[in-house]
Antibody, heavy 113, light 112 residues
Framework: VQLLESGGGLVQPGGSLRLSCGVSGINVMNSDMSWVRQAPGKRLEWVSYIQASGPDTYYADSVKGRFSISRDASKNTLYLQMSSLRAEDTAVYYC???????WGQGTQVTVSS | DVVLTQSPLSLPVTLGQPASISCRSSQSLVYSDGYSYLTWFQERPGQPPRRLIY???IRDSGVPDRFSGTESGTDFTLKISGVEAEDVGVYYCMQVRHWPWTFGQGTKVEIK
């Protein structure tokens, strides 16, 4: 199983960004998936979760209403749509499979003017 | 939200000596199946986190048996029976019993 994140970069406060996580070795639709982030010098922070084979999604309070997790069966890809970005969203974002066994290498998101 | 409080935050250890990290939860992490949903991770510099222990005491495949997890109520402990150089890094506990899932602050293990 491999996870490859992409889509990170520099964005201005208030802007939007969509992160992608290409999944190989498993079917993204049949697996619990999460996003976890780590700001510079800070602890790990769970961001969002989507349930295997179901519609249930969950979010950290800090991103609720601004971020949206989804997946595409045809591309076997997980997404994190981020909007109304703030400086405090600056972090490395990791795509994580299942119960946190498999992690991607992460993608850097920087929110700054 | 469930608060996980780790101690110590910094842990200098002599090679070959044991190490112990505490993680105290503000709420019970026991689910209806009887398991506590507390996970331990190791984060080495420049690498994504690695899961070591899940459900408080079950060691993941490939994790050296010098790592062990124990629990007593809402107090959880990660023990390293004899620290090796490759164990340097930051260790996190995480609870997946209550939404939102939360991490502890992290404990930095270094060699004296």
């Amino acid at each position: 199983v491999q996870l490859l994140e992409s889509g990170g970069g520099l964005v201005q406060p208030g802007g939007s960004l969509r992160l992608s996580c290409g999944v190989s070795g498993i079917n993204v639709m049949n697996s619990d998936m999460s996003w976890v982030r780590q700001a510079p010098g800070k602890r790990l922070e769970w961001v969002s979760y989507i349930q295997a084979s179901g519609p249930d999604t969950y979010y950290a309070d800090s991103v609720k209403g601004r971020f949206s997790i989804s997946r595409d069966a045809s591309k076997n890809t997980l997404y994190l749509q981020m909007s109304s970005l703030r400086a405090e969203d600056t972090a490395v974002y990791y795509c994580v499979q299942g119960h946190f066994i498999i992690w991607g290498q992460g993608t850097q998101v920087t929110v700054s003017s | 939200d469930v608060v996980l409080t780790q101690s110590p935050l910094s842990l200098p250890v002599t090679l070959g000596q044991p190490a112990s990290i505490s993680c105290r939860s503000s709420q019970s992490l026991v689910y209806s199946d009887g398991y506590s949903y507390l996970t331990w991770f190791q984060e080495r510099p420049g690498q994504p986190p690695r899961r070591l222990i899940y459900q408080a005491s079950i060691r993941d495949s490939g994790v050296p048996d010098r790592f062990s997890g124990t629990e007593s109520g809402t107090d959880f402990t990660l023990k390293i029976s004899g620290v090796e150089a490759e164990d340097v890094g930051v260790y996190y506990c995480m609870q997946v019993r209550h939404w939102p899932w939360t991490f502890g602050q992290g404990t930095k293990v270094e060699i004296k």
